[in-house]
T-cell receptor
Framework: QQPVQSPQAVILREGEDAVINCSSS?????VHWYRQKHGEAPVFLMI?????EQKGHEKISASFNEKKQQSSLYLTASQLSYSGTYFC??????????????FGQGTILTVHP | ETGVTQSPTHLIKTRGQQVTLRCSSQ?????VSWYQQALGQGPQFIFQ???????GRGNFPPRFSGLQFPNYSSELNVNALELDDSALYLC????????????FGPGTRLTVL
């Protein structure tokens, strides 16, 4: 079962903030966030692990609520370069023998000048 | 440090044919995962290779097979191509384990006519 992302799309002006949510029906071991621009590979943004550890880019912030199996990605003071499709990928506790990522359907973020 | 590379960039095949896609992992990484991304969708996990063995598989039929070589590079083979196999095929390299970041290559765009 893939995680559910919300919203499906968001449009911002430069400098505005946005939050993208990712929710799973299964117990999660980790949540991985990626941004993908049209025709390009997904680019790693952040990984959040059960227990509170986070690894990622300094300018990106995110949270992981282990009780609710939810994660949120916070984009502040958006720039034109933030435009793209954001995916969350989840690793369930059942799959911790290896890193199978199950991706959400994506959130399309568009930043206008 | 060399990033993840894939070849070819684009490929056009006809239904029933067979195709081989290639992936070179990032320097120092020992695990390769393959994903299929249909237009407008998130990547779907095909399988993962670690130490030249398949280390997990998604919901894909046996006509999807792979190999990993001693230098950790990998191949994805698809037999008896179907129209629905048209997609972007992404490989991601990482260190083994569910808490490690997967870095994606640029992908191979496969079109089946």
């Amino acid at each position: 079962q893939q995680p559910v992302q919300s919203p499906q799309a968001v449009i911002l002006r430069e400098g505005e903030d946005a939050v993208i949510n990712c929710s799973s029906s299964k117990a999660l071991y980790s949540v991985h966030w990626y941004r993908q621009k049209h025709g390009e590979a997904p680019v790693f943004l952040m990984i959040l692990l059960k227990g509170g550890e986070q690894k990622g880019h300094e300018k990106i912030s995110a949270s992981f609520n282990e009780k609710k199996q939810q994660s949120s990605l916070y984009l502040t003071a958006s720039q034109l370069s933030y435009s793209g499709t954001y995916f969350c990928g989840t690793v369930t506790t059942a799959g911790t023998s290896y890193g199978k990522l199950t991706f959400g359907q994506g959130t399309i973020l568009t930043v206008h000048p | 440090e060399t990033g993840v590379t894939q070849s070819p960039t684009h490929l056009i095949k006809t239904r029933g044919q067979q195709v081989t896609l290639r992936c070179s992992s990032q320097s120092g990484h020992n695990t390769v995962s393959w994903y299929q991304q249909a237009l407008g969708q998130g990547p779907q996990f095909i399988f993962q290779y670690y130490r030249e063995e398949e280390n997990g598989r998604g919901n894909f039929p046996p006509r999807f097979s792979g190999l990993q070589f001693p230098n950790y590079s990998s191949e994805l083979n698809v037999n008896a191509l179907e129209l629905d196999d048209s997609a972007l095929y992404l490989c991601a390299s990482s260190l083994a384990g569910p808490s490690n970041t997967q870095y994606f290559g640029p992908g191979t765009r496969l079109t089946v006519l």
